[in-house]
């Protein structure tokens, strides 16, 4: 039997869906919230979660791929995330390529997919391994005691930083920048911080996007070579970037790009902290462990949690019928423990063979174009972290955001092992 789709927040009366909409659920324990994911993994189909308009809440691994895969049924337009951005604001900043569907998706795609050219992978990657070593440097001179500032949020952003080729005297500017624009997304907020907190983080955007935009429009005149000049001289069909395109690119970058890398580096060290065996067993052999033991951290913690879908055309997804004008969500942090997929999902297993996970997304056009530099970075700075004289464990729990949206760490405590 199947469901019409309800809508305009009406759904089909009180069931497990109203759990993810209740006022909090997102400030809970994360044991907590898997378990309410694992019960709606359990339902027969996508279940209604009655928030606002209310959406199909997609658990299941099967169901998050089998939309991702089909972006002429689940659109990402207007927007991927809760609560999608409003017409003036994307008038204003432009759209962000994971808003962004059909040809005019594909031709931004191809642009920046053509600016990556295999000497700039390259100079990445040396790059990736050269500033681990010396933030892990600076960590055994310094011996400071807070994970996330110290360590995990200064790889991501140095890389990009140099491999966009951002100037010095800009850097700091922007790591402030980035932090203010997304602090409080996907974070319940009481009424006055809602009204006062959008204004901040949206100055702090337009400041970081004119601060690229200035670049970019001296690259166009003086190129290096550095991806905001591949990006604002590229020619794919005759186009490059525009300064609003450039600047929505490099927002999505560094927003994306250095918060979901900061955020799986600091819960990779927790996870190695918490399972001393996993951690011996990397050790052992790192080169032949490593790569398996960052997808299982990527899987485990699930940067970010959901993205948002606008179904265009009618479909049939786990026995609901899903229509035109419904919103449906994708829950990665579900979906990446799907008893059904991983045996023993809550384990972590860095020798877990396959690992299908969905950390990158669901597949389709808009798999993540950074996975294989997130990647390269992980593995380059917990070969660092771990390898060294001195070790590091992670002290207590991660102060967790409570987002929504994303698995944010505010911050770690963490310390030496060895004096």
């Not at 400071?144 to 890389?159: G, K, N, T, W």
């Not at 609003?244 to 927002?251: N, T, Y």
């Amino acid at each position: 039997m199947t469901l019409p789709a309800q809508r305009h927040g009406t759904g089909p009366g009180p069931g497990p869906g109203r759990e993810l909409a209740e006022p909090g659920f997102w400030q809970q324990p994360p044991a907590h919230r898997l378990a309410a994911f694992a019960r709606l993994r359990a339902a027969e189909g996508p279940v209604f979660v009655p928030e606002g308009a209310g959406h199909w809440a997609l658990v299941r691994h099967a169901h998050v791929q089998e939309a991702s895969r089909l972006p002429k049924v689940f659109a990402s337009a207007p927007g991927v995330t809760t609560p999608e951005p409003a017409r003036w604001v994307r008038a204003l900043f432009g759209d962000s390529m994971v808003n962004l569907d059909g040809p005019d998706h594909a031709q931004l795609r191809k642009i920046v997919q053509r600016a990556f050219t295999p000497r700039l992978l390259a100079a990445a990657e040396a790059d990736i391994h050269a500033v681990a070593a010396r933030i892990v440097d600076d960590v055994l001179a310094d011996r400071p005691d807070e994970f996330v500032s110290a360590v995990a949020s200064r790889l991501p952003l140095e890389v990009i930083c140099n491999m966009m080729g951002i100037p010095e005297r800009f850097r700091a500017e922007i790591a402030d920048r980035v932090n203010h624009a997304s602090e409080h997304i996907g974070v319940e907020r009481g009424l006055a911080s809602r009204l006062r907190m959008p204004g901040r983080g949206l100055r702090a955007l337009a400041r970081m996007q004119r601060m690229v935009a200035g670049i970019g429009r001296e690259r166009r005149r003086n190129p290096t070579d550095d991806l905001i000049s591949a990006l604002v001289r590229a020619n794919v069909d005759g186009q490059a970037l525009g300064a609003r395109q450039l600047g929505a690119f490099f927002s999505l970058l560094m927003v994306a790009g250095v918060e979901t890398t900061r955020n799986a580096i600091t819960h990779g060290l927790t996870l190695l902290t918490d399972h001393p065996d996993q951690r011996d067993l990397l050790l052992s052999d790192f080169e032949a462990y490593a790569d398996g033991a960052v997808d299982e951290m990527i899987r485990h913690s699930t940067p970010i949690i959901q993205f948002r879908r606008t179904v265009v055309a009618e479909h049939t997804l786990g026995g609901r019928v899903l229509r035109p004008g419904d919103k449906v969500v994708l829950y990665y942090a579900s979906a990446n423990r799907d008893e059904s997929v991983f045996p023993d999902p809550d384990a972590f297993v860095i020798t877990r063979s396959p690992n299908p996970h969905l950390g990158f997304g669901g597949g389709g056009p808009h798999f993540c174009l950074g996975a294989h530099l997130a990647r390269v970075e992980m593995k380059a700075l917990f070969r660092e972290l771990l390898t060294r004289p001195v070790g590091l464990r992670a002290v207590g729990l991660p102060d967790l955001a409570g987002s929504n949206f994303d698995n944010r760490v505010r911050s770690l405590r963490f310390a030496f092992e060895r004096p």
